[in-house]
């Protein structure tokens, strides 16, 4: 090979011929609906390559390794937390795309945002800030919030789109096939997670589980997370799925189902749950409170002065990782309140 010819270039237009291949339904990056403020395409990186850097290097990116998913403070070095849990989506959804011929790049940038709005110990920090906000919180739009406003990333609308649609509480859906992989690959990940955190908190014993889907997906674990994904590409190339979405093969849907009903009542709403959450709760609702009569203390790097005065307080306190919130909350007030937040407490 003659000198200097070891590499070759692959720019952005060579990146952008590349996605001609994929699927029908794919987004192809030369086809975005763009970003809210129009800028030069980079020389090498496509925009989907683009935006997956800026939320790898987003400051909401950083905090996820502190704040919780499904328990509340834990004392293993092992249990899932809000990173781990987004890099083990972000996995499954590039999977998913990748088998599916869509934009791999797109489905990663999506799962890599889609829980950079989660408020401090999971799921009940939604439950904390409902009062705060007209029509209730949810981490979702915070997420958008933060990457549009809070951090001004200015990121393409399919991402934002990705993000805001990731939940499946949230209607209407996505408006792409990698958002559709990002909710299956959510779901993947979380069932599958923290179930095996579950059973090392001895929360559940591996028996504990229903049958169906043990037989349907194997035991918690990467058996569990490989027949999920298989079932999501089964489904979505199936003969029967007319409407070209990505879906999971029927009966491992059900399965599916009846895991997740049974996640809620063993863990995410066990008693144990119920007998701390309230100490959770008011934890975020004393900082709410104490933020709205003391405004001046939200720093001004974490400010949209823009907004009413809620939301600046919800603003930074939404942001806020567990173990922040909680010393905060011990300078402030009465460190025996949290001190009666008990490690392992399940917070989805």
């Known amino acids: ?13 060579a990146r952008e011929r590349a996605e001609e291949g994929l699927a029908p339904s794919a987004a192809r990056s030369a086809a975005s ?11 090498l990186r496509t925009a989907f390559e683009r935006d997956r850097d800026r939320i790898l290097h987003a400051k909401a990116f950083r905090r996820l390794k502190h704040k919780t998913q499904v328990f509340l403070n834990p004392d293993g070095d092992h249990f899932v937390t809000r990173l781990t849990h987004t890099l083990q989506v972000t996995q499954v959804a590039r999977s ?56 001004h990333l200015n990121l393409t609308w399919e991402v934002r789109d990705g993000v805001r649609s990731h939940s499946w509480k949230i209607d209407p859906p996505p408006d792409t096939r990698e958002g559709e992989c990002v909710r299956y690959a959510d779901r ?13 908190a001895g929360v559940l014993r591996p028996d504990d589980f229903p049958s169906r889907p043990r037989a349907v997906f194997g ?79 939200i720093p001004a790097s974490y400010r949209d002065t823009e907004a009413d005065a809620v939301t600046q307080v919800v603003d930074y306190v939404s942001g806020m ?28």
């Open 219 to 297: 035991e918690p674990g990467s058996e569990m997370v490989g027949a999920m994904i298989s079932a999501v590409i089964e489904g979505s190339l199936s003969p029967d799925n007319r409407a070209g979405a990505v879906v999971m093969d029927p009966d491992a849907l059900e399965a599916m189902h009846e895991l997740r009903t049974f996640m809620f009542e063993r863990v995410y709403e066990s008693d144990t749950a119920a007998g701390q959450k309230h100490v959770a709760i008011e934890v975020i609702r004393r900082l709410v409170d104490h933020h709205l009569a003391h405004p001046d203390l």
């Open 188 to 200: 993947i990940g979380y069932l599958s997670h923290d179930a095996l955190d579950a059973i090392r």
């Open 33 to 43: 609906r763009g970003r809210d403020r129009p800028e030069p395409e980079d020389p």
């Open 96 to 151: 998913l795309a990748r088998a599916l011929g869509l934009n791999e790049t797109l489905a990663e940038a999506i799962a890599l945002a889609h829980d950079v709005g989660h408020s401090p110990f999971g799921h009940l920090g939604e439950d904390a800030l409902e009062p705060y906000v007209p029509g209730g919180w949810h981490h979702a739009a915070q997420g958008v919030r933060i990457v549009e406003v809070l951090e």
């Open 321 to 348: 990782t567990d173990r922040f919130a909680l010393n905060m909350h011990d300078r402030l007030f009465d460190a025996d309140a949290t001190s009666r937040m008990t490690p392992l407490l399940p917070a989805r």
């Open 1 to 13: 090979m003659p000198p200097g010819r070891t590499f070759h270039r692959i720019d952005r237009a």
